[in-house]
């Protein structure tokens, strides 16, 4: 298996997935402590369009990214079969 170049995380927002360091769920204590640390230092990005959060990205570079599409389709888009 190996790692596409750049995977949709939904509403024409695209990341890379080696930059990829975990995938969170927005509703466990580690999604939500994760996402409080990002706006406290300026590392959090949203690219939910304004819809409701359904995945919390951690990245290598310190980014936390919330994304509107569910973290099952993420696993399954950064790994090709």
Do not use: Q
């Not at 790692?3 to 204590?29: D, M, Q, R, W």
């Amino acid at each position: 298996m190996s790692p596409k170049t750049t995977i949709s995380i939904g509403y024409k927002s695209y990341i890379n997935p080696g930059f990829v360091k975990e995938i969170l769920e927005p509703n466990h204590a580690r999604g939500k402590k994760t996402k409080a640390w990002a706006i406290e230092n300026s590392r959090f990005i949203d690219a939910t369009a304004g819809r409701k959060t359904r995945c919390i990205l951690y990245m290598t570079t310190g980014h936390v990214i919330s994304c509107g599409i569910d973290c099952r389709l993420i696993r399954g888009k950064i790994w090709v079969k």
